[in-house]
């Protein structure tokens, strides 16, 4: 997984989010997207225990006490809030968060999500996944278009235990930008010079793109 793909992803996220949005970002790539927000307003939240989450600090400036959910240093933005990690899900639970950009194993083409164990492997713990599936308003996966096996992560259906009830809205890889209904996966954006033929072998779901099955 290159660095240049992570951020491109997170970037193209960045402009999903608009001002004012309460926004949880996971681990992996959404760590890097509070350094590409621009001048976008956006309250960036912690579920440790954080609402303000800045951009990577210096390396001068890194202090460890202030770490987001990833373990990673991070800054706070002028009226930043800390609080307990209990009072973050009661955040996420109650519906508070606008959007959570989260990770995944496997997405599924109505947007099913798959991010938190994988069959025969040891399990860390869930998380906050399932809590910000059924509780985030909008969510939107930024993931690798393929595991590191090559395997796809945008499927017909799911073979890892599902993170919940609630679905994607959007997934963005470094190839494209798919969006999800009860119709299934739409492909509204390239970005990468594959050709759609491409796009289609290296993907495991049926996609539409401008009205038409691929």
């Known amino acids: 997984m290159s660095q240049e793909a992570r951020i491109k992803i997170a970037k193209r996220v960045a402009e999903e989010l608009s001002d004012g949005d309460i926004v949880n970002l996971g681990v992996g790539i959404p760590t890097l997207i ?24 210096d390396e001068k400036d890194i202090n460890m006490d202030l770490i987001s959910a990833s373990k990673h240093p991070i800054s706070m933005e002028p009226g930043a809030s800390l609080f307990d990690s209990s009072d973050s899900f009661v955040m996420i639970r109650g519906g508070h968060i606008d959007v959570a950009v989260m990770g995944a194993l496997q997405v599924d083409q109505y947007g099913e999500i798959a991010n938190w164990a994988i069959p025969g492997k040891n399990i860390l713990g869930v998380g906050g996944a399932m809590d910000l599936v059924a509780g985030a308003k909008k969510i939107i996966i930024a993931s690798m278009h393929q595991a590191k096996d090559g395997t796809p992560k945008l499927v017909e259906k799911l073979t890892f235990p599902t993170s919940g009830n609630g679905r994607a809205n959007i997934l ?36 539409t793109y401008q009205g038409a099955l691929v």
Do not use: C, R, W
């Open 34 to 57: 509070p350094d590409y927000l621009g001048d976008k307003k956006v309250h960036l939240q912690s579920e440790n225990g954080l609402l303000g989450m800045g951009p990577t600090p």
């Open 172 to 207: 963005v890889t470094e190839h494209a930008v798919f969006k999800f209904s009860d119709q299934g996966t739409e492909l509204v954006e390239q970005l990468s010079d594959l050709s759609l033929e491409q796009l289609k072998e290296i993907t495991g779901a049926p996609f």
